[in-house]
Nanobody
Framework: QVQLVESGGGSVQAGGSLRLSCAAS????????VAWFRQAPGKEREGVAA???????RYVDAVKGRFTFSLDNTKNILYLEMNSLKPEDTATYYC???????????????????WGQGTQVTVSS
């Protein structure tokens, strides 16, 4: 079991930056896959980035080169650094974890067991 709490959302203008944080209640070992998802109004929840520590980080094409997913295991915190934000990035962002995770990280939301409550990101043009 792991509890996840997101923070750092807000409102920014296009081209701006935000850093989202996700505090985990326990150490995220190599046995976990962790991911960020987002859900815009009227749309399905989609994967943004996924990581299996020490193995690989994956990004959806829409955010490659703009978003960076990182782990700080000294603090049990996941970060999503978002730069060059666009209005289409507007959504509620969620972090998620899957345990155990013996495969490459996936951005299929059905594969994740634990979810945070979400944090809102609004990008205005």
């Amino acid at each position: 079991q792991v509890q996840l709490v997101e923070s750092g959302g807000g409102s920014v203008q296009a081209g701006g930056s935000l850093r989202l944080s996700c505090a985990a209640s326990r150490y995220i070992s190599i046995s976990y896959c962790v991911a960020w998802f987002r859900q815009a109004p009227g749309k399905e929840r989609e994967g943004v980035a996924a990581i299996k520590r020490g193995v690989i980080t994956r990004y959806v094409d829409a955010v490659k080169g703009r978003f960076t997913f990182s782990l700080d295991n000294t603090k049990n915190i996941l970060y999503l650094e978002m730069n060059s934000l666009k209005p289409e990035d507007t959504a509620t962002y969620y972090c998620a974890a899957r345990f155990p995770c013996s495969t490459l990280p996936t951005m299929d939301r059905a594969m994740y067991d634990f979810w945070g409550q979400g944090t809102q990101v609004t990008v205005s043009s």
